[in-house]
């Protein structure tokens, strides 16, 4: 089923680990963002893609980074989490051309 | 610059009552205007677009250029509607840019 997937879907790490956020589409889409969210919160776009080997910066800084090699793939890592990067990351797509977002489901990380 | 406006952070009603949660947006050009929600525990997915103009879970939303406004309606509030609800606008109709989103209304339907 075409769908876009996260993982994980909750992480609590320590001070200074590095974390990787996976996102997969099997959409086809060729553009891809990441959103952080506070919960009940306003949407922050942190990275997106609109295509393999291309990744921009999005409205707010954040210390995160991404890829692009493939795709469907778009993961998202911190090299050295913080408390102040604990937040819910949401993962979306959509197809060249098209308005209508997709969301995956978020991952919240929790750093301590 | 671009920008999408919901006034209301929090919005709450009575179950029956009629609803509307606005949104307003600053834009030069013809956008594409869409609502998003987002239910406890669940993604945010897309409820409807302008450019579809349909009712959906008996919402409707029209695109007032004069007045530079989304709104979303209701006309009988249900407990099921009570979440979060993002206006957001893709400029260039859609087929550049990233989505613009508002902070966001949150929406509480009482019994």
Redesign the interface.
């Known amino acids: 089923e075409a769908d876009i997937y996260q993982t994980p879907r909750y992480l609590v790490i320590g001070t200074g680990k590095k974390i990787t956020l996976e996102c997969s589409q099997t959409m086809g889409h060729d553009k891809m963002y990441w959103y952080q969210q506070d919960p009940g919160m306003e949407l922050h776009l942190i990275h997106y893609s609109y295509g393999v080997n291309s990744t921009e910066k999005g409205d707010l800084s954040s210390e995160s980074t991404v890829s692009r090699i493939r795709t469907e793939h778009f993961p998202l890592t911190l090299e050295s989490a913080r408390p102040s990067h604990t937040s819910q990351y949401l993962c979306a797509s959509r197809k060249q051309g098209a308005g209508e977002l997709f969301f995956g489901e978020g991952s919240r990380l929790t750093v301590l | 610059a671009q920008r999408v406006t919901q006034p209301e952070k929090l919005l709450s009603v009575f179950k029956g009552a009629p609803v509307e949660l606005k949104c307003n947006y600053s834009y030069s050009g013809s956008p ?1 205007l ?1 609502w ?1 929600v987002q239910y406890s525990r ?5 409820l409807l ?1 302008h450019i579809s103009r349909e009712s959906i879970k008996g919402f409707t939303a029209d695109l007032n250029k004069g007045e530079t406004s989304f709104h979303l309606k209701k006309p009988f509030a249900q407990e099921e509607d009570s979440a ?1 609800y ?1 206006c ?1 606008l ?1 400029p260039y ?3 550049q840019g ?2 613009i ?4 209304t ?1 929406l509480s339907v009482k019994p």
């Open positions: 594409e869409f998003y669940q993604r945010l997915q897309l677009r979060m993002y957001a893709s109709g859609g087929s990233n989505l989103f508002g902070k966001g949150k």
